[in-house]
Structures are given as structure tokens and as C-alpha cells.
């Protein structure tokens, strides 16, 4: 089956500085790659989400790129601030085989300092 | 707004209890997953479903059975609770196979 993971577990950035986390992938059909964030004591929810068709992706300070022959991708958040902090996940959706299934990574806590 | 309910935030039961959590969404989707959220492990996936009366296993159903009957409510039930399933259960639910998944609040299980 598919195998997410991602780095570094933890982070902390300066208010205004970007942050960067990453994630592998084992399985080469997977094709859709969403980025999930959970603030504390609430649910997770969609921040971005890109394609096996597309190389990159941005909405606003937000950005995601994915290089399919490394199998691997990265969010990217620019000038943060502190509402960024939380706990961000990556997935990948996978068909291989009999496994049709969003894996999770095993998240990264995001800091942002004032 | 797409609204995703679990029926309890915290519940506290006794090794060997049978546990039923439930789950109901409002949109009329057709897929529902119950996901267990653990420290440094992620969201892992213990069942899904595609359709009513349909399910199929994650990665990690043993000690699990899910249950829908009705196209809006997905039920995870613990057969016998055990106390390494103390964690915070998740559900979601998604329109298509690849769309986006909403949460529930979640419900914190604690097995004594």
C-alpha cells in the first residue's frame, strides 16, 4: 500500500518568514495530493489540494508543488502569521492494487512566533 | 456548509464494553471513513464506504466493524474496547472519491 511521509515533525518560524514542509510518497499511481490543516481542538480541513497533472499550485500566501518522477511534494507558506500555527497534514490517494484510499502523513506542528 | 456530526465529544468506557460511535452527515455524500487520530501518527484510515451497505477495510480495522444502513449516518463500532484503542476517532465524509473529505468535531475515547 501507499507509504506518506512527512518532515519535519515540528517547526517554528518567525512571524513574516516562510515555511516549508514536505512529504514522500511510495506509490508512483498516486494522483491526488491534498494538504490538510488542524488548529488546536478543532477538525482538519482542506487548505490546498493538487493534481498529478499540474506541477504547482498557489492560492494566496499558500502554494504546493509536486515532482511525480521524485514522488515527492511540498507546501509552501509565505509571510506568516500567527493563525498559520497548527497542525498541517499531507495525503496522497492512491488506485494501486486494491488500495483505493487517502493515506495520511504523520503531520508537522507549525509555530508561528509573534 | 457542509455539516459533519459525531454523537459524542468524550466517552469514558470499561475494557470489554461494546462501543458504538456514530456519525451523520447532511449532504447528501456518498462516501464516509472513519479515520483514529493518534500523536506523531497521523490520521490512519480504519473503514470506509462508498455507498450504503457497502464497506471496506483501511489500514488498520482489526478490533473494528463499521455499520451504514442509511446513506447519511456511518457507525464504527469496538466490539470489545481494549485499552490501546484510546484515542480521538474522526470521521469524514466526501462528495466524489477525490474531493475534498469534512471532519466531525471528533470524539475523544478513553478505555479503562
Redesign the interface.
Known sequence: GENVEQHPSTLSVQEGDSAVIKCTYSDSASNYFPWYKQELGKRPQLIIDIRSNVGEKKDQRIAVTLNKTAKHFSLHITETQPEDSAVYFCAAYSFSGSARQLTFGSGTQLTVLP | DVKVTQSSRYLVKRTGEKVFLECVQDMDHENMFW?RQDP??????IY?SYDVKMK?K??IPEGYSVSREKKERFSLILESASTNQTSMY?CASSKG??E??Y????TRLLVL
Open positions: 479515520y506523531g501518527l497521523g490520521l490512519r484510515l470506509f471496506e483501511g489500514d474522526l472519491i477525490q475534498t473529505q471532519f466531525g468535531p471528533g
